[in-house]
């Protein structure tokens, strides 16, 4: 069994513009039941526990499993790809998570619940606690960034994950523009034809 787990930015959740054209992109081919995608917890160990609770036991099983994770989520698609050896898709990812979101402790609201969160200190930590200093498979690695990012700087991700598969598109935003037109890209690279 193929399982791809699709992981979400700092303020967003499995109802984003993403997620949602993922889920819909897979339900088309016959492979809903692939994805996993949750809510995840602001702490990022907490968060951390949360997607391992869904991929350790897959792995366990024998299932195939991918990941897919879009900024703050492609920092923890890259954590876990190294530490579980697998392949990831990072779409315009917080490559330097724990140093752009020094910035952002403090109280916030998510995008689109409206519920309030607390971002504090200790996430950073943790944050610093996960971070990949060095890739160790590029090629495991698809990496879909857009120049026009207004969050982050998309270079830092080139400099970053050097050897991998990089796609990147003049223009757009931190939201990916390109990334309903990458699906096909995206599933191919992460699920191969059964």
Request: charged share 20%; proline share 5%; with cysteine.
């Amino acid at each position: 069994m193929q399982k791809l787990i699709y992981l979400h930015g700092f303020r967003s959740g499995p109802q984003s513009v993403k997620a949602m054209q993922l889920r819909a992109h897979l339900a088309r081919q016959g492979r809903a039941a692939d994805l996993w995608c949750e809510q995840l917890p602001p702490g990022p160990r907490d968060a951390i526990a949360l997607i391992e609770s869904e991929l350790c036991p897959a792995l366990a099983a024998g299932d195939e499993v991918a990941l897919a994770g879009s900024s703050l989520g492609g920092f923890y698609a890259l954590h876990l790809a190294e530490k579980h050896g697998l392949r990831a898709a990072l779409i315009n990812p917080a490559v330097v998570a724990p140093k752009s979101l020094g910035d952002y402790v403090g109280e916030h609201e998510h995008m689109y619940t409206g519920e309030m969160f607390r971002f504090e200190q200790e996430h950073v930590e943790q944050l610093t606690e996960l971070d990949v200093a060095a890739i160790t498979k590029p090629e495991r690695y698809l990496v879909l960034l857009e120049t026009g990012d207004e969050v982050l700087d998309w270079w830092q991700a080139v400099l970053k994950l050097r050897g991998a598969n990089l796609v990147v598109h003049a223009g757009g935003d931190h939201s990916l523009r390109s990334f309903a037109a990458e699906l096909p890209r995206m599933t191919g690279f992460l699920l191969p034809d059964r």
